[in-house]
């Protein structure tokens, strides 16, 4: 099968270079994994995250002129996705039930006593509002 571009394959790690990683594909072709693509997190060290002649999936971003991107980040199912996030929130429920005066006067009480805490924690630490003291 044809290496296409947005497919998830399987690959193996064929060596490490401080810019990305090799992988051997399926079809014996070989394509490369920028350091930028290996986790949604910075990389410093790419061999703390990949080692050679480990098995990855990968996600072809690209083949152009016989050269093909490759990306581990992107070939991971995505965590947040929306549909899976239980919107039945009973809060929300109680919210959707108050009036707009209710809804406004909750957030001022909820912001004034945010301030105070803030002030108070201010104030034990030393900070005032014009800066430190």
């Not at 571009?5 to 994994?33: D, H, K, P």
């Amino acid at each position: 099968m044809p290496v296409k571009v947005g497919n998830v394959v399987e690959g193996t790690v064929t060596g490490i270079t401080n810019f990305g990683a090799f992988i051997q594909l399926s079809e014996g072709e070989t394509g490369l994994v920028h350091i930028s693509e290996v986790s949604d997190d910075y990389v410093k060290d790419i061999h703390n995250y990949l080692k050679k002649n480990q098995k990855v999936k990968v996600k072809v971003l690209s083949v152009e002129k016989g050269k093909i991107s490759l990306s581990v980040r992107q070939a991971k199912p995505k965590t947040n996705n929306p549909g899976e996030i239980d919107w039945s929130n009973k809060s929300d429920q109680k919210m959707k039930k108050m009036s707009f005066e209710d809804k406004l006067s909750k957030f001022l009480k909820e912001s004034t006593e945010r301030q105070d805490q803030i002030k108070s924690r201010d104030s034990k630490k030393g900070i005032s509002s014009k800066g430190i003291k």
